[in-house]
C-alpha cells in the first residue's frame, strides 16, 4: 500500500521517539543521536502533537512508554529493521575512485563490460560503477561521472566528444549465412531482416547499394542490440554486424559473414559528461576509454578541458 508524506509521522521524530524508548531516557537517546537533551525532546513533544496520545510517562528517574507507545515502538523497530535490511543488501561503493558510467544495454554488454577489469587497474586504481539505462538522462541530477552512448551527435547539457565509428556488414548464424551464400544484396530481402529500434544501419546499407529498404512485416525488431545478435545466432534471420559490438560472436562461431560489404553506420559511439570540471577519478577513466579507443591525445584533451556552464 503507498502512504504520501502527509500521513506518515515526521521521521525525524520517530527516529528520536525508537532511540529513547530504546535507551530508557532522553539524555541516551541525545546522546546516541548526537542531539541535545532538548532537541530529543521537542521532537517526542511534536510526535505527541501529531498522533493526538501520549507515548511517554514522564517519571521522576526517567520515562517508560504507554501502552499506546509500545505499540508503536514495535512498529517502529519493524520499519527500521526492514530498512536496514534492504541497505544491507546493496550499498553503493563510495569515495574519491568511484566512477559511475551511464550506458544503454548492449554497449554496456558487448564493450564496456569486456574492458572494466582493464580499466579499473592501473594507477591509480579505479572502482566502475554500471549504471543502464535505455533512456537519455540528466548526468548531473543522476551522480554521473560518464556515459558511453550511440547516437547521431552531441546531446544538450553534456559535453561530448565521438569515441569511434562503425562500418555494418550483414551476418547471420553459419548455416543460414550459407545457405544464403553470395550474389547480388538483393538476396538478402528474401529472407527476414533483424533490426533494433532504429532501422536506419540496414537503410543505409542497401541504399549504398541502389536500394530502397522500409521494414517489412517478416522483418523483426528488437529494442536492444543485444537480442539481435541473439535472434540472428538462433537463426531468426539476418542482422547487421556492428564492429565492435558484434565481434565476440562471430569470433566464438555462432555468426558468420553474409555479405562482406560495408556501410558506414548513421549512428556512432559517444564520450559524454556533465557540464563543469571533471572529477579526476573520471578524468582518468576517460582517458583509458579513449585509449581503447583511439582516440587522438589532443581531442581527449580538449573533452576533458571543455567547461560550460
Request: aromatic share 6%; proline share 7%; hydrophobic share 45%.
Amino acid at each position: 500500500m503507498a502512504h504520501s508524506l502527509e500521513t506518515l509521522p515526521p521521521l525525524d521524530t520517530l527516529r528520536a521517539f525508537e532511540a529513547a524508548a530504546r535507551a530508557g531516557s532522553f539524555s541516551a537517546a541525545a546522546a546516541a543521536l548526537n542531539l541535545t537533551h532538548g532537541a530529543i525532546s521537542r521532537r517526542i513533544a511534536r510526535l505527541e502533537g501529531w498522533l493526538g496520545l501520549r507515548v511517554f510517562e514522564r517519571r521522576a528517574r526517567g520515562i517508560a512508554l504507554t501502552p499506546e507507545g509500545q505499540r508503536l515502538f514495535q512498529r517502529t523497530q519493524e520499519a527500521f529493521a526492514l530498512i536496514a535490511d534492504t541497505s544491507d543488501r546493496w550499498s553503493e561503493p563510495r569515495g574519491p575512485a568511484v566512477v559511475r558510467v551511464n550506458s544503454m544495454p548492449s554497449v554496456c554488454s558487448l564493450w564496456l563490460m569486456p574492458r572494466v577489469a582493464r580499466f579499473e587497474a592501473g594507477n591509480p586504481p579505479l572502482r566502475v560503477i554500471l549504471l543502464i539505462d535505455q533512456r537519455t538522462v540528466d548526468l548531473a541530477d543522476q551522480g554521473v561521472d560518464l556515459a558511453v552512448r550511440c547516437g547521431r551527435g552531441g546531446l544538450p547539457g553534456r559535453i561530448s566528444v565521438k569515441l569511434f565509428e562503425e562500418w555494418c556488414f550483414p551476418i547471420a548464424a553459419p548455416d543460414v549465412a550459407k545457405r544464403i551464400g553470395s550474389g547480388a544484396p538483393e538476396r538478402l530481402l528474401a529472407s527476414p531482416l533483424i533490426h533494433d529500434s532504429d532501422a536506419s544501419g540496414w537503410r543505409a546499407w542497401f541504399a549504398a547499394h541502389g536500394l530502397d529498404y522500409r521494414p517489412r512485416p517478416q522483418d523483426r525488431r528488437f529494442e536492444d542490440y543485444n537480442l539481435v545478435l541473439d535472434a540472428a545466432a538462433c537463426g531468426l534471420g539476418i542482422a547487421l554486424a556492428r564492429p565492435p559490438l558484434a565481434q565476440a560472436l562471430m569470433a566464438s562461431g555462432r555468426l558468420a559473414a553474409v555479405d562482406e560489404r560495408t556501410v558506414l553506420n548513421p549512428v556512432s559511439y559517444w564520450l559524454d559528461r556533465p557540464n563543469g570540471t571533471i572529477r579526476p577519478a573520471a578524468a582518468t577513466l576517460a582517458q583509458r576509454i579513449a585509449e581503447e579507443a583511439g582516440m587522438g591525445a589532443d581531442t581527449l584533451a580538449a573533452f576533458l578541458k571543455s567547461v560550460r556552464k
